[in-house]
């Protein structure tokens, strides 16, 4: 796992190639949601995508990137939403308290004001959580016209919550990272010796 941050973003090619040369054959990098992104950061972290791209490339079938193994899957059938986290629908994040909640990134200091905290606790018998309906995972009016809408992940309720502070509503900087890594595989995809995946429109 390599957390991807705004000053380090820059780097993220080199420490793959490093990685690999140790022998990691799986890398799980994953954006720091919770950093300030500018938009040089932003434009920085499309330029490392696509380098990444090309080390994703040239490391199959033996190494993984998951950002687009993930987005390699989904290209020829849409994202199946059961595959996703359940957000407290079927499953929950119990805290070191016993307190629970919808995914276990929610839980930060575990402070009695967090509003994604779940009603009930983990050494109480009364079910609370069992009637917990989790929210929709996509809101945005903007999400219904997008050309990637069906192989986005902004999906992902925690990822929202904490970008725009709604479950339901992505912000810039996932829809350009989705975007971004869907890019980088429908193009290698389209190569004499690629995937033979479908390209998509732009």
Known sequence: MMVVRPETVSQLAANIRYLRSLGVTSIEPSLDLWAS???????????????????????????ALNWFDEKAATLGHVNDPSTRCGFGDGEIAVAPSGNLYPC?????????????????????????????????????????SCSVNEHCNTTCRCSNFVRTGNVQTPDGLLCMFNQACLDEVARRASRPSGLGLPVLAS
């Open 37 to 63: 992104w500018t938009r040089a950061d932003a434009l920085a972290l499309r330029r490392a995508i696509a380098e990444a791209g090309e080390l994703w490339m040239e490391g199959l079938p033996h190494h």
């Open 104 to 144: 276990e990134r929610l839980i930060g200091e575990d402070r009695a004001d967090n509003p994604m905290r779940l009603a009930g606790h983990a050494l109480d018998l009364s079910p609370d959580f069992d009637r917990y309906i989790a929210p929709a995972s996509k809101g945005a009016d903007a999400c219904a």
